[in-house]
Structure formats: structure tokens, C-alpha cells
């Protein structure tokens, strides 16, 4: 009997160890089945672009502008460009106006590239040009523009009174000039 009972066991432990398999693997298989559900709601806000120039003011003293001429003005088509027709016909002479660049988008924005008209070599001898931010630093590439944010740019063309004689137009000189800012999105 003894043959027996070890033969009993030996079954008995099989069929343990078999049942404790086949729990394991359903236990196993319906872990596997289990399903996670995750439920929200998020919204996304509406998001806008919109980097433009507006309220152009001509500084008191500058030039008047003649017949032929063009005011300082925002382009219709391309609300971040300026075009301006002007004559100077004497040393101090000038014309400047102030200009502000909105940033009235939802993204924050920087300086890809600055596109402006340049005076000949001829005409740099006898003019000043300049392009500044209120503050007085020039605008560059990289400047950054946070939404909600404005800026103030001011223009001036200046006939320079420091200058030798010789170096003196001989002939009006009509100055055609654009100023341009192109902006990306600031990452």
C-alpha cells in the first residue's frame, strides 16, 4: 500500500498543481480582457494671427507732402507693410511719423525679416534715415511681439544740414521708400 499512497499523492499533487494552472490562466485571460476606459472632455480656444500696422502719425514740422507725393501710409493688402513718396529740397528738411505694430492675434510673434527700400549711395551722402522703436533701439530680427503686445515704430528721413557743398544734390531728389516687417510664430 505504501506504492499506493505515494502514487495517491503524486496524483493528487498533479491535479492540484493542474487546477492551480488552469485558475491561474483564466484569472490570467480575463486580466488580459479587462478594458480601460478613460472619459474627458478638453476644449481648444480659437487661435488668431494677426500682426498689423496702425494709426500713423506724421510728426509737427515735416515736410508737407506736395503734389506728385505720398503720405506715410499702410498698405491695404498687406497691413504690415508701409509705403511713403516724399521731397526734401532743403538742409533740414524732414519728414518722420510714428507708426504702431499690433500684435492683436492670440500667438505670440518675432522679427523673421525686415524688408526695407535703401537710399542710393548718392542720396545716403545728403540724407539721414532712420527706423526706430520709440526707445530708440532698431528693430531686428529675433524681436519678439507677445499677443495683446504693441509696439511704436519712428520713421525719419532727414536732409542732413552737416554736409559739404560739394556733396549737394544737383537735382530733386523724389524719395519712393517701403518698410516692411515679416513676423513667424514665437515657439
Known amino acids: ?22 485558475a491561474g490562466i483564466t484569472l490570467g485571460y480575463s486580466a488580459l480582457q479587462t478594458q480601460l ?19 500713423v502719425n506724421v510728426t509737427q514740422g515735416s515736410v508737407a507732402i506736395g503734389a506728385g507725393n505720398q503720405a506715410a501710409t499702410i498698405d491695404s493688402e498687406d497691413t504690415t507693410k508701409m509705403s511713403y513718396n516724399i521731397t526734401l529740397k532743403n538742409p533740414g528738411d524732414f519728414y518722420e511719423f510714428t507708426v504702431d505694430i499690433v500684435n492683436a492675434g ?32 532698431i ?12 509696439k511704436t515704430l519712428k520713421v525719419r528721413i532727414e536732409f542732413d544740414t552737416d554736409i559739404d557743398p560739394d556733396d549737394l544734390p544737383t537735382e530733386g531728389a523724389n524719395l519712393d521708400l517701403d518698410y516692411q516687417i515679416l513676423y513667424v510664430q514665437d515657439r
Do not use: C
Not at 505670440?108 to 525686415?114: G, R, V
Open 106 to 137: 492670440t500667438i505670440d510673434a518675432k522679427i523673421s525679416e525686415i524688408v526695407a527700400d535703401q537710399l542710393t549711395a548718392a542720396q545716403d551722402v545728403y540724407t539721414n534715415y532712420t527706423v526706430t522703436y520709440t526707445n530708440n533701439t
Open 139 to 150: 528693430p531686428a530680427a529675433e524681436d519678439k511681439l507677445a499677443h495683446g503686445q504693441t
Open 1 to 22: 500500500m505504501n506504492k499506493k499512497s505515494n502514487f495517491l499523492k503524486k496524483r493528487s499533487f498533479v491535479i492540484a498543481l493542474f487546477l492551480l494552472l488552469i
Open 37 to 55: 476606459e478613460i472619459n474627458g472632455n478638453t476644449t481648444i480656444d480659437a487661435v488668431g494671427w494677426d500682426i498689423h500696422f496702425a494709426n
